[in-house]
């Protein structure tokens, strides 16, 4: 079944660890994104792609940094963690974008706790 | 940019009676308008959407109208059941539509047995 998958569901690391969240896509869409989002709170956009080598930065700054090397997978990676980035990350795709814009399918997100 | 403004921020129902939530864009260039049902601990899921050539679409209890003079668009929930109790985003497309979705900050819908 076509669908968003991200891993790890749940991760709690210490201060200054590198981490990767992962995040793979079966539905064949070319765009795909990033959200932070405390639970049950506004969704901040961070980073997306269009494609293939491209990436952008969203409307929330942040540390973490992105790859789009194949166009099924999206990794997100903060190379020194602090607490700060306790938070959920959600992963996104969708089928078109620009004015001809598609239903936003998300994964079920990425958990993440620093101490 | 984009700015969605969504109100109110928290909204509690009698079970049976009807949900009204109300969201407001800035770009009149905007086209597209989803919402969102994101229940506790899950993923958000597309509920309704509606483009700009509409005025109003309807799904069963729920319903989204557009006035995109006013540059606002509302989501309806008639006959609420206790599953309607979630966290409900609104959306719409950043003129230029790069981007992607520009969302409001959420309504916690609680429905009250």
């Known amino acids: 079944e076509a669908d968003i998958y991200q891993t790890p569901r749940y991760l709690v690391i210490g201060t200054g660890k590198k981490i990767t969240l992962e995040c793979s896509q079966t539905?064949?869409?070319?765009?795909m994104y990033w959200y932070q989002q405390d639970p049950g709170m506004e969704l901040h956009l961070i980073h997306y792609?269009?494609?293939?080598?491209?990436?952008e930065k969203g409307d929330l700054s942040s540390e973490s940094t992105v790859s789009r090397i194949r166009t099924e997978h999206f990794p997100l990676t903060l190379e020194s963690a602090r607490p700060s980035h306790t938070s959920q990350y959600l992963c996104?795709?969708?089928?078109?974008?620009?004015?001809?814009?598609?239903?936003?399918?998300f994964g079920e997100g990425s958990r993440l706790t620093v101490l | 940019g984009e700015n969605v403004e969504q109100h109110p921020s928290t909204l509690s129902v009698q079970e049976g009676d009807s949900a009204v939530i109300k969201c407001t864009y800035s770009?009149?260039?905007?086209?597209?308008f989803p919402w969102y049902k994101q229940e506790l601990g899950k993923r958000p899921q597309l509920i309704i959407d509606?483009?700009?050539?509409?005025g109003e679409k309807k799904d069963q209890r729920i319903a989204v109208t557009l006035n995109k003079t006013a540059k606002h668009f509302s989501l309806h929930i008639t006959e609420t059941q206790p599953e309607d109790s979630a966290v409900y985003f609104c959306?719409?497309?950043?003129?230029?539509?790069?981007?992607?979705?520009?969302f409001g900050k959420g309504t916690h819908l609680i429905i009250q047995p």
């Open positions: 959306a719409a497309i950043y003129g230029g539509g790069a981007d992607g979705l520009t």
């Open positions: 996104a795709s969708s089928e078109f974008g620009g004015y001809s814009a598609g239903e936003l399918f």
């Open positions: 539905m064949g869409h070319d765009k």
């Open positions: 792609s269009y494609g293939v080598n491209s990436t």
């Open positions: 770009d009149s260039a905007s086209n597209y």
């Open positions: 509606i483009r700009s050539n509409v």
